[in-house]
């Protein structure tokens, strides 16, 4: 019964929980036997077994007294980016190793309000820093269709986590594409919500103008559950958006018919013939659906990349400053004196992309570069809104591709950061507008997962989801699972 339960989707797990069918704690210990079997995968940095299991026996008492909470007794995971009461939070790097959160983040405090049962945490690129899940303290994370391939990054542990059915379903943070993109190589849906409309507060930060939290899962069904309980204005945050939050799957049986999607010109340029056909299939099947296409232009496109390489890091030097080995975190043996202190401290424990990263950063923001390059990187990014803003006058969403093709091999690109950086070309440009996107499984390349990108208007989950679940309840790429993996 075990592997039963554990390859129903969220929704069918909370219908099981009510009816009776088993219970939270047989559901969580379940989860927590396939973790143990599947650490090859390496997609957990931490599991959490006695906390979960208390927790468990917890939500079945309330449940059994009454208790109606939305999601009580769902056992899902939390990247290791959220800060969690009495959890190790390592962000991926050796910096936070020995780090062990005081507080909940906001996105775990309100899961768990919710009645979520927390089953760990998932590796990830350093300090969300990637785009293979390579960049991590603690190892790769293979891809649970083919354990030769990356799971993407920076969320890939999350990714892996849920196509190898060892959560119901987990929590995980864009940056670039870092929800979506692992989504995509791992056969799941995730979606990045609107900048703002999940709160930051408890996220260890990357870049403060990009970062945005959201849901990875089965389905758009699932996502727009868990959207539901981690949405909403902090006041613990002040970027947290004012905008009201919805009831985000009472939308989703509405039909199509009348919407408006539009193919982005620039986005089919030069894509895989392969990614394009199925691309080609996602639009058919939503036209049957009554959804109404036309050709869009983001002239501006080609101009993301460079960009947000200037704009990220620029941003993650500043944010990782706080990492001296004074406060918390990693501190070097015996330093001489204080400089010594935190340049060993920093050198010893931070990973090479992350190094990069800063540099990169650092240099754009000195004194007479500021202009030449961060002030010139803002002035791209202002264009590149504006050319959604013109394009949503006309349509309702944007249909595209989520990556250039499937997940690639381990150990391909790291010597190649340009190759690396351009896994994001299709996922950078939403994060720059501070728009919302979902990526769902939407066909196969060679036996690996490819994944359909929606865009939509700012604080349009709720039409991208409906969309997007509307696509999943005429096809099947949500529901297939990875054999076992096998190497290639």
């Known amino acids: 019964m075990s592997d039963s339960i554990t390859e129903r989707s969220l929704t069918e797990q909370l219908r099981d929980l009510e009816a009776g069918q088993y219970s939270s704690r047989e559901l969580t210990e379940a989860y927590l036997q396939k973790i143990a079997s599947a650490s090859d995968i390496n997609a957990y940095i931490t599991v959490s ?13 309330r449940r059994a007294s009454g208790d109606s909470a939305p999601l009580l007794g769902i056992p899902i995971a939390h990247k290791d980016i959220f800060c969690e009461k009495g959890v190790k939070t390592s962000a991926g790097s050796k910096m936070l190793d020995n780090f062990v959160s005081p507080y909940d983040s906001t ?8 009645g979520v049962v927390s089953l760990g945490k998932t590796n990830m690129d350093e300090f969300a820093m990637g785009s293979s899940n390579e960049a991590s303290f603690y190892g790769p994370v293979r891809n649970p269709w083919n354990h030769d391939r990356v799971p993407g990054g920076s969320s890939g542990g999350s990714a892996a986590a849920v196509a190898a059915s ?44 990009l970062d945005q939290a959201g849901p990875m899962a089965r389905s758009a069904d699932d996502c727009a559950l868990l959207l539901t309980h981690m949405a909403g204005q902090d006041h613990r945050d002040s970027t947290s958006s004012s905008v009201e939050a919805e009831d985000y799957s009472s939308a989703l049986t509405s039909d199509l018919s009348g919407l408006k999607i539009g193919i982005c010109t620039e986005f089919m340029d030069g894509v895989d013939s392969a990614v394009a056909d199925i691309l ?22 080609h101009l993301a990349i460079p960009a947000y390489y200037i704009i990220a890091p620029a941003e993650c030097s500043a944010n990782l400053s706080r990492y001296d080995g004074v406060r918390f ?13 935190y340049k060993r401290s920093r050198s010893e424990s931070f990973g090479r992309e992350v190094k990069n990263r800063i540099m990169v950063g650092a240099f ?7 202009d ?15 050319d959604f803003e013109e394009a949503f006058a006309s349509v309702d969403m944007i249909l595209g591709p989520t990556t250039p093709g499937p997940a690639f091999a381990l150990g391909d690109k790291l010597d190649d950061a340009k190759a690396m950086y351009l896994q994001d070309i299709y996922t950078i440009s939403a ?58």
């Open 364 to 370: 754009a923001l000195s004194a007479g570069y500021y």
């Open 280 to 301: 080609d299939q996602t639009r058919q099947s939503l036209e049957a659906l009554g959804a109404n296409f036309s050709e869009i232009s983001l002239p501006n496109t």
């Open 372 to 386: 030449a390059y961060y002030k010139k990187a803002q002035q791209i990014r202002r264009l590149i809104k504006q």
């Open 431 to 488: 994060n720059l507008a501070g728009l919302p996107a979902l990526s769902m499984p939407a066909g196969t390349e060679d036996a690996m997962p490819i994944g359909a990108q929606l865009i939509g208007n700012y604080f349009q989950e709720a039409n991208i989801l409906r969309t997007a679940h509307q696509y999943q309840q005429v096809t099947d790429w949500h529901k297939r699972r990875p054999e076992k993996g096998e190497t290639a």
């Open 107 to 114: 996105v775990v405090s309100k899961l768990k309000e919710a």
């Open 166 to 209: 060892l959560c119901s379903a987990a929590t995980g943070t864009d940056t670039g594409g870092s929800i979506r993109q692992p989504a995509a190589f791992c056969g799941i849906t995730g979606l990045k919500p609107t900048y703002g409309r999940v709160s930051r507060w408890g996220m260890i930060a990357y870049a403060s103008s």
């Open 49 to 61: 077994s006695e906390q979960a299991i208390e927790s468990a026996d917890l939500a079945d008492q």
């Open 329 to 341: 975190g990693y501190r070097c043996e015996g330093p001489e004196n204080l400089e010594d202190l």
